[in-house]
């Protein structure tokens, strides 16, 4: 298995047989080395609707004829844009060919605005559990620090938690590095830092205050070495 991340909260998983992306936010990322029209994928997984994470959904799975996995609300709107998908709530596992998908609880809100203008409620957002071929993946999405991911760390074996921590919208590098106690992960990886002004962040700030795991700050399509 392959896990790369591509800038800002963008991850891609590699298996034997699939590409899974999770928050696909590629034009008007500047942070990423992904070209949009380029990328290739068999399953889109999506942790909230805000535009920085559901990005380039929509035309990376229409041409690929991915499925996309997301929340409730934000799979039926996607769906009404002509995109396969399967709708999840919080709590809820599900095993697909590709892997076993499962969403946690997350702290922060989740809409989409149109190019229009139209704002649209698009649900709970989330955090995600993915596994296969053993290995845990815990992306938390946008998220506060909150007491419950000790229960997602005593209840999970995580290979490599993906932990926000441009604060502002976010838990920051202190509340990051907390939750990483908490969650237990073999490695963390920070995301979501350094895209926008307000996210400004200098991860190795993170890494000094993480003793309960193994950090690994990556640049733009930097992989995941696991041991």
């Known amino acids: 298995m392959q896990i790369s991340y591509h800038g800002h909260s963008v991850v891609k998983i590699k298996t034997t047989s699939h590409t899974i992306l999770i928050d696909p936010f590629i034009n008007g990322n500047g942070q990423t080395d992904l070209v949009a029209s380029e990328v290739t994928a068999d399953a889109i997984l999506l942790t909230h609707g805000h535009n920085d994470h559901v990005g380039d959904t929509v035309e990376i799975a229409k041409r690929n004829d991915a499925i996309v996995i997301a929340p409730f609300e934000l799979a039926e709107y996607i769906e009404n844009q002509g995109v396969k998908v399967h709708a999840m709530g919080l709590g809820g596992a599900r095993e697909f060919e590709f892997g ?17 203008g139209q704002w649209v409620y698009t649900g709970m957002p989330a955090g995600i559990l993915f596994t296969a071929e053993g290995k845990t993946i ?11 991911m000790k229960l997602i760390g005593e209840r999970n074996n ?17 509340d990051a590095a907390y939750a990483t106690e908490l969650i237990k992960p073999k490695i963390v990886v920070p995301i979501h830092y350094d895209t926008f002004p307000p996210i400004k962040q200098n991860p190795n700030n993170f890494k000094e205050l993480v003793t ?11 992989s995941v070495q696991l041991s």
Do not use: C, R, W
């Open 212 to 222: 309960a795991a193994e950090v690994q700050v990556l640049q733009a399509g930097g």
């Open 100 to 116: 076993t998908v499962k969403f946690t609880q997350a702290f922060h809100s989740s809409s989409y605005t149109t190019e229009a």
């Open 158 to 174: 995580i290979d490599v938690a993906f932990l926000p921590i441009g604060d502002n919208f976010t838990m920051g590098p202190e």
């Open 138 to 148: 815990y992306h938390a999405g946008d998220t506060a620090l909150f007491g419950d």
